[in-house]
């Protein structure tokens, strides 16, 4: 999930949509799908897996792409075709225990918790701080014994955030290998939704979603899921950002990834998923914000895709960014730009951060647009006297089902709302509940996006979303 655009923004967005709209041709052709699956994989060459233990960085060129493994799956790494990699996933879930757990199932069933009942879920990624090569104090400050007792504590929390990133992982891997052309975007939510109700063990606010199942399509950028009644279908020339998120105890894994059959859409997907990796790898204590959107537009912005003969440069998508993440808060004050000229605030110890870029082929910037879905609770919003019945009675159910986590219209229907959409625009302008409408970029253009969340531990940054398929 993204930032809401602000007020300004929106105004700004929409005038210069309007003022410079340049239709884009496309063939929207839908091809049959049992040719879906077999998606062409660019190999990595510099991939290296040394693995490491502990906190001690040794010296050398380019610490940050050191990596500790968790144990798991984490070796095989990104650039199997799916085929292979569903191979490698079964015989991962066959290895996956934790002292004495149970065994997966395919599709899968079985809890987390259940999985690993010793509580030892799977670490993330561990990578250095991004800190100068020449700052000794720096290094020193990371490895201390201070630094390292400080980690300790927090190893409960640790725990609770990696279990909402396994329940992540594995039910998007499921979705990898279910997902096909010519499903509805609503059975692909509930599948998804499902999936990962179980897995995490949903249980009220103490373990569950994050937020709604973005699913948005081509131009649609970010905060797309259907409402009841719409029969969009995934198409084979469909590009879809699948965003979606889990919790316990409101540590959140914010995490997504593009979806896309026809391999001519690669270069914009591995333009984005190079953006993220290098936003991830600028990510640190003491980081500034603006020198991680530099990075990512460098990054991002290298890149071109040819799209029925005409040769388009990938732009970062400029007023859509990454965040800082709080307990049972999405979006907790800090941005992560993907552009240049951002704000020199820096990064600090013990932040959670989504890092979440969006590439696109249009404009490269996103206006908000169609029927809304997604809803939230503003955070700071304390306590407000309603007169109207059904608006207490909604803000009631939204307090005890999602308290200030994001939700949408479809998650109100499945608890048993009804006729809400007036009680739902009454807390709208009363400031209790925002609007998160679909974020749209120019019609006929593509988007793509790649998001994972991490962690600034005191020895290190642990991408705790990171599995083997990105
Ligand atoms: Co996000």
């Given at each position: 999930m993204t930032a809401k655009l602000t007020e300004e923004e929106q105004k700004k967005e929409v005038e210069e949509a309007c003022e410079g709209l340049k239709s884009v041709d496309i063939n929207a052709s839908v091809e049959p799908p049992e040719t879906g699956d077999d998606n062409k994989v660019e190999k990595k060459?510099?991939?290296?897996?040394?693995k490491k233990k502990g906190g001690d960085e040794g010296v050398g060129g380019d610490d940050e792409t050191k990596e500790e493994n968790n144990g798991t799956e984490n070796n095989v790494k990104d650039d199997l075709p799916k085929d292979a990699q569903e191979g490698v996933s079964k015989k991962k879930n066959k290895k996956k225990k934790g002292g004495g757990g149970k065994v997966q199932t395919d599709p899968p069933t079985i809890p987390i918790s259940e999985l690993f009942p010793n509580g030892n879920f799977p670490e993330g990624q561990i990578m250095d701080h991004?800190?100068?090569?020449?700052d000794q104090k720096a290094k020193e400050r990371f490895t201390s014994e201070e630094a390292r007792a400080l980690d300790r504590l927090q190893l409960d929390m640790y725990k609770e955030v990696r279990q909402a990133a396994e329940a992540h992982r594995q039910t998007r891997q499921h979705i990898q290998r279910w997902v096909k052309p010519g499903m509805t975007m609503i059975d692909i939510c509930q599948e998804l939704e499902s999936t990962a109700r179980r897995l995490i063990g949903e249980s009220g606010l103490d373990a569950g979603l994050a937020f709604p199942t973005g699913c948005s399509r081509n131009y649609v950028a970010a905060h797309y899921t259907p409402n009841a009644g719409d029969k969009t279908v995934l198409e084979y020339d469909d590009v879809v950002k699948m965003d979606f998120g889990t919790h316990i105890k409101g540590r959140i894994i914010d995490c997504a990834w593009t979806l896309s059959f026809n391999e001519k859409y690669d270069p914009l997907l591995k333009a984005v998923r190079a953006a993220t990796e290098e936003g991830i790898k600028h990510?640190?204590?003491?980081?500034r914000l603006c020198d991680v959107g530099a990075a990512i537009q460098e990054v991002m912005e290298s890149h071109e895709i040819e799209l029925e003969g005409k040769t388009y440069q990938v732009k970062s998508i400029r007023n859509l960014n990454g965040h800082s993440i709080s307990p049972y808060q999405?979006?907790?004050?800090?941005t992560v730009p993907i552009i240049a000229g951002g704000e020199t605030t820096r990064m600090e110890e013990n932040e959670f951060y989504a890092i979440e870029t969006f590439g696109s082929t249009g404009r490269g910037h996103v206006y908000e647009d169609m029927e809304c879905s997604h809803y939230m609770k503003?955070?700071?919003?304390g306590h407000v006297p309603l007169r109207l019945q059904k608006s207490k009675q909604l803000l009631n159910t939204i307090n005890k089902h999602f308290g200030t986590l994001a939700f949408c219209r479809r998650w109100l229907d499945r608890i048993g709302?009804?006729?809400?959409l007036m009680a739902l625009k009454d807390l709208g302008e009363k400031g209790i509940v925002d609007q998160y409408p679909p974020l749209c970029d120019v019609k006929g253009c593509y988007t793509a996006q790649y998001e994972h969340t991490l962690l600034l531990r005191p020895t290190c940054k642990e991408i705790i979303s990171r599995g083997d398929d990105y």
């Open positions: 060459k510099k991939k290296r897996n040394r991004h800190i100068a090569l020449n990510a640190g204590i003491d980081s999405i979006h907790s004050g800090k503003n955070f700071d919003v709302e009804a006729r809400y």
